[in-house]
Each structure stands twice: as structure tokens, then as C-alpha cells.
């Protein structure tokens, strides 16, 4: 027992020297700490501006307080607070490479970080699910919309499992272990250095929710391929209809013509009958047909059908294109983070530099720039409200026109 409490020790010391190691390397030069803080102020207001004109837009926006898009509202409210609180509080960290606020602050602003970012991830899995019903069960879901009870729960249910994941463990860990071995000058969780936590909980955030993100948009992209495809199949079909329905009028015409004209050769007087019959017969025919699918809007109506097939297909790629997207830009924020994670913890720092982690941590908070410009702006009601919100002289000259 006291030899492996002598390498557990032992173990611990290590860890706190590496980590004043990796430190060390963050002092700056004076160019280079203005860079580095320009480049975070920026990405401050950006995050803190994109999310705060989503909540602002639809505070004013009665339209908006759609069930669906409730969802955006919270992940909105999670990227607003990485830019507002967490980002914030971390600047003087890393440009200091020392932790001066205390270490309640570095308790409350380590859940606060850890939560916020979960939350991001799984309201961009609820959003993506709500993508999900809106094609896969589309009657059912237009009539859940006006039922916000159902969305409410669902948020909650959102920030209640993203505290879950880390909170506890980030609160109580030091008081199961029996005391803390984060050194008094830094600010990282307790479990920073074990690397079976991090991999069952980078399970339940970032592997699971990245799975179910790209089974939901793959299976909307193919439910509207396939409709577009079956409908593109009905049009053709209703084509070969068309051209047999002139073919079987025409073949009509000219055997009535054929009748008239046996009827002509018989007597003089059924010769005027028939004539007056058969010219009252093929006008009556001739005019009901071009009554019914005129050459010209036949012409119509088939540059018409392949107008609308064109913007179909435009559509669909377009709808592919924003579905990749959403799953690339996931992927590209998130996995390199979770895989450094891991990869550092299990082999206690020494095989992945501090400056690639810091960089994919970075990467997790750029998301949070990235979200209300790939999610709300992406449609066109919340398009129409950040115009109004931006523009409201144009709005205004708008409307005295019309």
C-alpha cells in the first residue's frame, strides 16, 4: 500500500511539474500578446454580436416563436454565454500562463465552460432531430407546432444533461480523490489526466451526438431525394399520357373524315346532311380538344414542368450542400479536440504539445462564432428578421412604396 501511494505521488508530482512546464511556454512577447489579443477580442464581439441579434430577433419577431425554432433560441443562449463569461475570464489565463482569480472563480468558470459547450453540441443534435420530423413526419409535426410545452421540456432536458455530463465530476472530484492535485496557480479540471473519464464522456459528447447528427441529415437529404425523384417519375408518366391522349385524337379525326366522305358518295341529299353534320361534328371535336390542351400551352405547360424540375434539383443540391455543412463544420470543431483529449490524458502530456491542444480548444469556442451564421441565418424567416432589426430605414421606405 505505501509503495503505491509512493507512485501515485510520485505520478501527481509529475503531472503538476508538466503542467507548469506547459505554461511556461505562455509568456509572450509584446507583438505577439497583442496579436493573440486582437484575434480573442475579435472573436468575442463576433460570438457575443451573432447570438445576441438570434435572441434580439426573435424577442421582437412574434413569427419567429415557432416550436422549431425554440431550439436555435437555446443554442443561441449557450454560444452567447462562451462569448460573454467563458472566454472572457480565460484571456488573462493564457496570455499570463497563471490563474489570479481564486479558485472558486476557476470552479464556477470550469462548469460554466464545460457546460456551455456540451449544451452547444446538444442543441445542434436537437436541432437536427427537429430537421428529422419536419421531412420524415411532416403532417404530425405541423401539428405539434403550436405546442411550445413539448419544446420547453426538451430544452431543459438539454442543459440538465449537459451538467450531468461534467458538473458533478468537476465539483465533487478532489473530495472523492481527497484533495486536489491542480497546482494554486492553474485552473484545469481533476480530471484532466484520466483518460478513461474523458473517453466515456467525450462518448456522450462528441462521438454519439456527431453519429446522430449525420444519420439525421443523411436520412433528410435522401428522404428529399427520394421524393423528388418519384415525382420526377410521376411527371414522366404523365407525359407518356399526354402523347397517347393526341395520338388517339388525332387517329379519331381522321377516321371521322373517312366516314364523312363514304356518306357523300350514297345520295346528294344525305351528301349535304352528312357534310353539315360531319363540319358541325369536327368543329364541335376540334373545338373541345383545343379547349382542353391547346398546342401552345401544351408547350406551356411542359417548359413549365421542366422549369420547376430544374429548381427542384437546384434545391435539393443546395439543401446537400448546407447539410454537409453543418456535419463538416461539427466534425472539424469538435474531433480534433475530443482525439487530443484523450490521446493527452492517457499518455500524461508527453506525446501531444500544449499548443496543439490549446489550439483545438480554441477550435470548440469558434464554433459558437460559426453557429448563429450556419443555423438561424440559413432561413429565411430569421433572414427576414435581421433585416428588419439592421435595416429598419429600408423596411420603413418599403412599406411607403407598396
Same mark, same amino acid.
Given at each position: 500500500?505505501?509503495?503505491?501511494?509512493?507512485?501515485?505521488?510520485?505520478?501527481?508530482?509529475?503531472?503538476?511539474?508538466?503542467?507548469?512546464?506547459?505554461?511556461?511556454?505562455?509568456?509572450?512577447?509584446?507583438?505577439?500578446?497583442?496579436?493573440?489579443?486582437?484575434?480573442?477580442?475579435?472573436?468575442?464581439?463576433?460570438?457575443?454580436?451573432?447570438?445576441?441579434?438570434?435572441?434580439?430577433?426573435?424577442?421582437?419577431?412574434?413569427?419567429?416563436?415557432?416550436?422549431?425554432?425554440?431550439?436555435?433560441?437555446?443554442?443561441?443562449?449557450?454560444?452567447?454565454?462562451?462569448?460573454?463569461?467563458?472566454?472572457?475570464?480565460?484571456?488573462?489565463?493564457?496570455?499570463?500562463?497563471?490563474?489570479?482569480?481564486?479558485?472558486?472563480?476557476?470552479?464556477?468558470?470550469?462548469?460554466?465552460?464545460?457546460?456551455?459547450?456540451?449544451?452547444?453540441?446538444?442543441?445542434?443534435?436537437?436541432?437536427?432531430?427537429?430537421?428529422?420530423?419536419?421531412?420524415?413526419?411532416?403532417?404530425?409535426?405541423?401539428?405539434?407546432?403550436?405546442?411550445?410545452?413539448?419544446?420547453?421540456?426538451?430544452?431543459?432536458?438539454?442543459?440538465?444533461?449537459?451538467?450531468?455530463?461534467?458538473?458533478?465530476?468537476?465539483?465533487?472530484?478532489?473530495?472523492?480523490?481527497?484533495?486536489?492535485?491542480?497546482?494554486?496557480?492553474?485552473?484545469?479540471?481533476?480530471?484532466?489526466?484520466?483518460?478513461?473519464?474523458?473517453?466515456?464522456?467525450?462518448?456522450?459528447?462528441?462521438?454519439?451526438?456527431?453519429?446522430?447528427?449525420?444519420?439525421?441529415?443523411?436520412?433528410?437529404?435522401?428522404?428529399?431525394?427520394?421524393?423528388?425523384?418519384?415525382?420526377?417519375?410521376?411527371?414522366?408518366?404523365?407525359?407518356?399520357?399526354?402523347? #397517347?391522349?393526341?395520338? =388517339?385524337? +388525332?387517329?379519331? %379525326?381522321?377516321?371521322?373524315?373517312? /366516314?364523312?366522305? &363514304?356518306? !357523300?358518295?350514297?345520295?346528294?341529299?344525305?351528301?349535304?346532311?352528312?357534310?353539315?353534320?360531319?363540319?358541325?361534328?369536327?368543329?364541335?371535336?376540334?373545338?373541345?380538344?383545343?379547349?382542353?390542351?391547346?398546342?401552345?400551352?401544351?408547350?406551356?405547360?411542359?417548359?413549365?414542368?421542366?422549369? #420547376?424540375?430544374?429548381? =427542384?434539383? +437546384?434545391?435539393? %443540391?443546395?439543401?446537400?450542400?448546407? /447539410?454537409?455543412? &453543418?456535419? !463538416?463544420?461539427?466534425?472539424?470543431?469538435?474531433?480534433?479536440?475530443?482525439?487530443?483529449?484523450?490521446?493527452?490524458?492517457?499518455?500524461?502530456?508527453?506525446?501531444?504539445?500544449?499548443?496543439?491542444?490549446?489550439?483545438?480548444?480554441?477550435?470548440?469556442?469558434?464554433?459558437?462564432?460559426?453557429?448563429?451564421?450556419?443555423?438561424?441565418?440559413?432561413?429565411?424567416?430569421?433572414?427576414?428578421?435581421?433585416?428588419?432589426?439592421?435595416?429598419?430605414?429600408?423596411?420603413?421606405?418599403?412599406?411607403?412604396?407598396?
Amino acid at each position: 500500500m505505501g509503495e503505491y501511494q509512493l507512485d501515485a505521488n510520485e505520478s501527481w508530482n509529475y503531472i503538476n511539474n508538466d503542467s507548469t512546464k506547459m505554461w511556461s511556454d505562455s509568456r509572450f512577447t509584446s507583438s505577439v500578446t497583442t496579436m493573440l489579443l486582437l484575434i480573442m477580442i475579435t472573436l468575442v464581439v463576433v460570438i457575443v454580436l451573432g447570438n445576441a441579434l438570434v435572441i434580439f430577433a426573435f424577442k421582437v419577431d412574434k413569427s419567429l416563436r415557432r416550436t422549431s425554432n425554440y431550439y436555435f433560441l437555446n443554442l443561441a443562449i449557450s454560444d452567447f454565454l462562451v462569448g460573454a463569461f467563458c472566454i472572457p475570464v480565460y484571456i488573462p489565463y493564457i496570455l499570463t500562463g497563471k490563474w489570479m482569480l481564486g479558485r472558486g472563480l476557476c470552479k464556477l468558470w470550469l462548469v460554466m465552460d464545460y457546460l456551455l459547450c456540451t449544451a452547444s453540441v446538444f442543441n445542434i443534435v436537437l436541432i437536427s432531430y427537429d430537421r428529422f420530423l419536419s421531412v420524415t413526419k411532416a403532417v404530425s409535426y405541423r401539428a405539434r407546432q403550436g405546442m411550445t410545452h413539448g419544446a420547453v421540456m426538451k430544452m431543459v432536458a438539454v442543459w440538465l444533461l449537459a451538467f450531468v455530463l461534467y458538473g458533478p465530476a468537476i465539483i465533487f472530484w478532489e473530495l472523492v480523490v481527497g484533495k486536489s492535485h491542480v497546482p494554486e496557480d492553474q485552473c484545469y479540471a481533476e480530471f484532466y489526466y484520466t483518460w478513461y473519464f474523458l473517453l466515456g464522456a467525450s462518448m456522450f459528447e462528441f462521438f454519439s451526438p456527431f453519429i446522430s447528427v449525420t444519420f439525421f441529415n443523411l436520412s433528410i437529404y435522401l428522404n428529399i431525394r427520394r421524393r423528388w425523384l418519384r415525382n420526377r417519375k410521376d411527371q414522366a408518366h404523365l407525359e407518356q399520357a399526354q402523347d #397517347s391522349d393526341g395520338q =388517339r385524337c +388525332s387517329l379519331g %379525326k381522321r377516321r371521322s373524315i373517312r /366516314l364523312t366522305s &363514304i356518306f !357523300c358518295r350514297n345520295s346528294m341529299v344525305v351528301k349535304k346532311l352528312a357534310s353539315d353534320g360531319s363540319v358541325r361534328e369536327r368543329g364541335s371535336v376540334s373545338g373541345s380538344f383545343q379547349s382542353q390542351t391547346p398546342p401552345h400551352m401544351e408547350l406551356q405547360d411542359n417548359s413549365f414542368n421542366r422549369s #420547376s424540375q430544374r429548381s =427542384r434539383l +437546384s434545391r435539393d %443540391k443546395k439543401i446537400a450542400k448546407s /447539410l454537409a455543412v &453543418i456535419v !463538416c463544420v461539427f466534425a472539424v470543431c469538435w474531433a480534433p479536440y475530443t482525439l487530443l483529449m484523450i490521446i493527452r490524458a492517457a499518455c500524461r502530456g508527453l506525446c501531444v504539445q500544449h499548443h496543439w491542444y490549446e489550439i483545438t480548444f480554441w477550435l470548440l469556442w469558434l464554433n459558437s462564432a460559426i453557429n448563429p451564421f450556419l443555423y438561424p441565418l440559413c432561413h429565411s424567416s430569421f433572414r427576414r428578421a435581421f433585416g428588419r432589426i439592421l435595416c429598419p430605414g429600408q423596411r420603413s421606405t418599403q412599406l411607403a412604396r407598396d
